[in-house]
């Protein structure tokens, strides 16, 4: 893009985002075996949350019954989401409405 100002002209780039790649959600679900503390330690460690936002997360899970903890790519959430079923938590990727 070209500006001109004062007779001068100065060229802009700009960068255009065309599609978002972010358009999935990872969800952790409630279930009766798992404790808060393990659901806790497992955000932290895994999806990278503060201990307060994994704390809210595990009751929002708890009350709500699931519970988008992290949006992103898919490819992003895929390994997240594998780390999290192999500790025993149910989790899944669902793809949000655009």
């Known amino acids: 893009m070209t500006i001109t100002y004062n007779h001068t002209k100065y ?3 700009v960068d255009v985002l065309t599609e ?3 358009y999935h959600s ?13 659901v806790i ?23 709500k019954g699931k519970y988008a903890v992290k949006d ?9 989401c594998d780390a999290i079923t192999e500790r025993g938590i149910g ?4 793809e949000m409405a655009r």
């Open 20 to 22: 978002l790649d972010e």
């Open 72 to 80: 992103g790519s898919f490819e992003l959430l895929k390994p997240m």
């Open 41 to 63: 330690e497992t955000l932290v460690e895994i999806c990278g949350h503060s201990t307060e936002q994994a704390e809210q997360c595990a009751i929002i899970i708890d009350s």
């Open 11 to 13: 060229k802009e780039e």
């Open 26 to 38: 990872l969800v952790v679900w409630n279930d009766e075996v798992n404790s808060f503390d393990w």
């Open 91 to 94: 989790a899944t990727i669902e």
